[in-house]
């Protein structure tokens, strides 16, 4: 078998039922499976990157039918389909593939135009600029215990060593937060931090929701943005969506909702 079963179930999912004048790729205790979709099963494994086309693909492909119209068939004639929790899933998958279809349709007529995905990326790049710390720190439950550790690194000992003691998934490698921008931490720590020179470490315990902490800063450096082609297809992706939820929301408000 070349394709695997459950992944040609998988393709099956979204495939409709073909004309009644299709060719006819085989039939099954008389029910015709036309070789449409055998095609349509064939170009959706393509299109998944898993395989190129191939006689081999095809009949595994018309196998997997084949074994599915007889598991159909059998679950008809014991009466699943009139089962009310199957019909709901049956309508329930109905409706995701004509929406899907829908909205597929809808963004290649409302393609994003090249100036859209630059102006969002320049506002995320403002965003986001401005400067980025390589931060450590030591958060422990009381002000004693900061002020004992700080005496302790001032006295030789080594900041990554007494960072163990830190009540944070940092302990595991000494108090290492890598690199961090102050919008994206409590106040209390951020401002403490941001007044650091590179190398320097808080001399009194800093207060927060958290407990308190030692705080060191290792390096800084402008906030590293990643260049547009990096990121372009997740913009566009974001941005795809907000158009699709746009377009709900324009036709929600539209629809009568008692």
């Known amino acids: 078998m070349i394709v695997k079963p459950a992944r040609l179930l998988l393709a099956l999912c979204a495939i409709a039922a073909a004309p009644s004048f299709a ?31 191939s006689p081999q693909l095809r009949e595994a492909a018309k196998k997997e039918l084949i074994g599915r119209e007889v598991l159909v068939q059998e679950a008809d004639k014991q009466g699943f389909g009139t089962h009310a929790d199957v019909k709901a899933q049956v309508e329930n998958a109905r409706q995701s593939i004509i929406i899907n279809a829908m909205l597929g349709d809808y963004v290649k007529k409302h393609p994003l135009k090249d100036g859209e995905v630059k102006a969002e990326y320049e506002k995320v790049k ?92 290792e390096e800084s450096r402008p906030v590293q943005i990643p260049p547009l082609e990096q990121v372009k297809g997740r913009i566009e992706e974001m941005l795809q969506q907000q158009k699709i939820a746009a377009y709900r929301d324009e036709l929600l408000k539209k629809a009568t909702v008692k």
């Open 126 to 217: 403002a965003a986001n600029a401005g400067t980025e710390y390589h931060t450590r720190h030591i958060l422990v439950e009381t002000e004693a215990q900061a002020k004992d550790i700080i005496a302790k690194i001032k006295a030789g000992g080594k900041f990554d060593e007494l960072a163990k003691v830190s009540k944070d998934g940092s302990a595991n490698n000494g108090g290492d937060l890598g690199w961090v921008t102050p919008g994206k931490l409590v106040k209390p720590f951020a401002d403490a931090m941001v007044a650091l020179k590179p190398g320097q470490m808080t001399d009194t315990p800093v207060k927060s929701e958290f407990g308190y902490h030692v705080i060191k800063v």
């Open 23 to 53: 060719q006819t790729a085989v039939t099954v205790n008389g029910k015709a499976i036309p070789t449409s979709r055998v095609d349509q099963m064939v170009q959706q494994v393509i299109a998944q990157g898993k395989q190129p086309d």
